[in-house]
T-cell receptor
Framework: GAGVSQSPSNKVTEKGKDVELRCDPI?????LYWYRQSLGQGLEFLIY????????KSGLPSDRFSAERTGGSVSTLTIQRTQQEDSAVYLC????????????FGPGTRLTVL | GEDVEQSLFLSVREGDSSVINCTYT??????LYWYKQEPGAGLQLLTY?????DMKQDQRLTVLLNKKDKHLSLRIADTQTGDSAIYFC????????????FGAGTRLAVHP
């Protein structure tokens, strides 16, 4: 595709439910990043993928959060047993490699946990 | 506290210059970035500067870096209403990949 796409664009869920957020990076981009943007705050790094492996998961807030990437392309961020504090915009970015290359951001998924 | 700090709001008159400031903490940062986020749109890379530079100019944008004080600024000359957006400063930590640490963003409001 032309850019990074994310789905769904909006997700409203009840506390305690599991959610899956999807990211389709730009074709050929080997590096993929997930960030979280909470209201009034900057973007918080969650996880970095190089290919299918995740050398840096240090930003995942708890063990309720997990992510995977298959085929060096699509990535899924899963949040189990969602809590209200998980409400945020989840942004995905991809770049050609893991070193200094421009990260292209998707439009984000706005998650609201009731 | 945050590793990257920015003032939250700036209001300027159309045609004036805007200066958005940022401080960061990691002296090993290799690159520093400015991103723009318009309402309903994703983040767009505006410009970046390598840590061994102290200034970079790109059309209406001027980036100044004071590495000693860990201070970064973005100057927008002849600010237009289309420049109204949230501007994020970000630092790239060393380590072979481009993990970005963002500030909270500065909301720029341009009025006639």
């Amino acid at each position: 595709g032309a850019g990074v796409s994310q789905s769904p664009s909006n997700k409203v869920t009840e506390k305690g439910k599991d959610v899956e957020l999807r990211c389709d990076p730009i074709s050929g981009h080997t590096a993929l990043y997930w960030y979280r943007q909470s209201l009034g705050q900057g973007l918080e790094f969650l996880i970095y993928f190089q290919g299918n492996s995740a050398p840096d998961k240090s930003g995942l807030p708890s063990d309720r959060f997990s992510a995977e990437r298959t085929g060096g392309s699509v990535s899924t961020l899963t949040i189990q047993r969602t809590q209200q504090e998980d409400s945020a915009v989840y942004l995905c970015a991809s770049s050609r490699t893991g070193t200094h290359n421009e990260q292209f951001f998707g439009p984000g998924t706005r998650l609201t946990v009731l | 506290g945050e590793d990257v700090e920015q003032s939250l709001f700036l209001s300027v008159r159309e045609g004036d210059s805007s200066v958005i400031n940022c401080t960061y903490t990691d002296s090993s940062s290799t690159y520093l970035y400015w991103y723009k986020q318009e309402p309903g749109a994703g983040l767009q890379l505006l410009t970046y500067i390598f840590s061994n530079m102290d200034m970079k100019q790109d059309q209406r944008l001027t980036v100044l870096l004071n590495k000693k004080d860990k201070h970064l600024s973005l100057r927008i000359a002849d600010t237009q209403t289309g420049d109204s957006a949230i501007y994020f400063c970000a630092e790239s930590r060393a380590g072979g990949y481009n993990k970005l640490i963002f500030g909270a963003g500065t909301r720029l409001a341009v009025h006639p």
